[in-house]
């Protein structure tokens, strides 16, 4: 509390009537707020001695850096000076810490624009700061706070922080350990000490300290010990040593390894009802191996999993293990609480501002008045997320005052853009700068309807397409869509300049459920497609099929597809599988026979969050059929490309045709496969807005119709002539568009091969 001086005139006698309060000094602070701080009042008798009383009184608002208190016969004189508001507050320097949380660390406290000043209250968060940065091994941190008066009682406050280097990692050294090696518990434990230089280390940070690494290390030591056995093993100790500049630091870990325990015997306790014999088949912790926690943990798991699926959401699990240390044996008893059945009361959904309830009910395996179920939680999460009209999906369940059988079911979603405007442009391989205008409503009037209409134009075509769908046309998910397209391009600038197509039609789309997983669709199109061949440069592949065949073509086709999905969402998926397959043949009284198989899929295996393998694969064939075995070569599949093999050009693998301008012709048979590790987006605070993978493709087209007169053309697949490429792809998925980036290298490309590394795409919506 500030210096302040006090001032009482000295009555005659020990009591006065305060006939009226007056304060002196006032500009920000309402009068109310002092008076009703005072527990003295007009009208009231008081003594000189309780002056003290009124000052702490007064003090105790916080608003005043000095108070006197004097008496004029019956009047009560209180004098005040204001603590000084805060104007602004700025923060300079900082860098690791976001302005935006310093803000809000600050304002929690009630330093903030507005607030009254506080020097006492500054100072103690200074402290802080520097304590919060030598927790991230910033030992050089140093903060200076100026504080610059204004008019009319305001001041500003200005933060200069010096965060200084992170501290790195000199010296890092095991005592005490003789079971395993150094290097064998270092290769654990994330920490590293500085070595020579290079990138991975410059990237992952792992040779800089910070407290809370230190302390994740020795959780993965104890984690490792324990999954072997040692049971006993302890960290004893923990030397950290700073340098004098305080730029290095030296580690020791003193520990003791004990010897490792075997598991002597497996009880389940508790009263287990009619489970008893399933939950003995879920543990996988035996009499005579190694103990080990990581089983332990999975039991556990599966047995809470198990438990859940029989209505049990609340029951508890417990590892009580003893220890026996003549023998190093341990008994592992699991205990199991069951409580009671639990059912959903209600199911409360949240954040659906544009979406109605029902299309989120209607998705819903979880209902209400059932046995909760887990797994049926699990499945009306990944429903609701391969929507692709929420950008975020949670469930949960939310207990009910003073019922243990009842739970609320809180549903809360964030709602991705229903409806866009989209101009877009980029580069892609082979077909060079594109652009495209679009117009998309998913979830169309919040009834779960998708509506879309896009313009899509580059250096050798141009479509047009408006495509609308329901995929709850019946109750029971049967779904209607319908599709218009025209498509034209222009040979003259196509990349092999051979043919082109001119193509107008429409498609009536059902499809039906067979399983929660598993749908049938059906197809029914209609299109006119103009064929023209550049005679100087196609080849006889090409020039042979239009005296054959007319160059209008009315076709009639028929599809038949099975897709079967149990991914956790559309453009961030990371685990579950997929499979689409297709028949499409065409139908009398098309010009055309021929029909196509396809078959697309995927599997992804998490490791952890943001970290999982894909691999994929898309196969394809077709054949003619009727008075003509041979296959539309305008419909022939074609390979290479941003969204096939990269590195490779857009539809440049595959056979040749005959004649001079040796272009690629594509072919009937379609083989294409490839892996990629999806890894955390270095330097991204935000991964849910970023995926970055490391890929391997390979593929192909092979053709079983090869032309007489084509000596380099062979029937069939040749494995020998997979092309293979690798690289490294980025999409970043922006409030506004996605921007993509890929850069693909070639692995086994031969010469005659067209190849190219880098791609991009970039969107801008309004």
Known sequence: MACFTLMVSVAQAATFNVDRIVVQGLQRVSLGSVLAQLSVREGTLADDQDASRWLHEIYQTGFFHSVDISRDGGRLVIDVVERPAIETIEFDGNSSVPTTTLEAVFADVGLATGEIFSRSLLENIDLELEKQYGAQGRYNARVDTEVIPLTRNRVNVKMQISEGPVARIEQLQMVGNSVFSDAELLAIIQMQRTGSPHIWQWMTKRNQFAKAALTGDIQRLEDFYFDLGYLDFAVDSQQVSISENKAAISIALNISEGQAYSVAEVELTGDLKHLTAEIQALVRVKPGQIYSRTDVATDIRDITDLLGEYGYAFAQVRDVHQTDAPSQTVTVTYQVQLGSPVYVNRIIIQGNSATNDEVIRRELRQLERALVVNKNIRTSKSRLDRLGYFSQVSIKTQPIAGRNDLVDLVVSVVEAKDSQLSISG??????????????????????????????????????????????????????????????????????????????????????????????????????????????????????????????????????????????????????????????????????????????????????????????????????????????????????????????????????TGTGQSNSPVGGNIKLEYGAELLFPTPFATDQRAFRTALFVDAGNVYTDQCHADNSSCSNGVDLAEIRYSAGVDLTWITPIAPLSFSYAWPLNAQVSDYTTNFSFNIGISY
């Open 426 to 655: 980029g580069y892609a391989d082979g077909s060079g700068f594109f652009g495209e205008l679009s117009v998309k409503q998913t979830n169309f009037f919040g009834r779960g309807v998708d509506f879309s209409a896009s313009v899509n134009v580059n250096e050798t075509t141009q479509n047009y397409q408006v495509s609308a769908e329901n995929p709850f046309f019946t109750l029971d998910g049967v779904s209607l869509g319908a599709d218009l397209y025209y498509k034209k391009s222009d040979y003259n600038q196509t990349t092999f300049s051979t043919y082109a197509t001119n193509t107008v039609g429409g498609r009536l789309n059902l499809g039906y459920p067979l399983s929660e997983n598993q749908r049938l669709n059906y197809g029914l199109g209609i299109s006119r497609d103009e064929l023209f061949i550049n005679t100087a440069n196609a080849p006889l592949e090409m020039t042979d099929f239009a005296p054959d065949y007319r160059n209008d073509y009315d076709i009639i086709t028929g599809r038949v597809g099975w897709s079967y999905s149990t991914l956790n969402g559309t453009l961030k998926a990371d685990d579950g599988a997929s499979v689409r397959s297709n028949l499409e043949i065409t139908m009398p009284p098309g010009n055309l026979r021929y029909y196509r198989i396809s078959l697309a899929a995927q599997h992804f295996t998490n490791f952890a969050e943001n970290l999982a393998l894909r691999v994929h694969t898309d196969l394809g064939y077709g054949q003619g059929y009727g008075d003509s075995q041979l296959f539309p070569f305008y419909k022939n599949f074609y390979s290479g490309g941003a969204r096939s093999v990269r590195g490779y050009r857009s539809g440049s693998l595959g056979p």
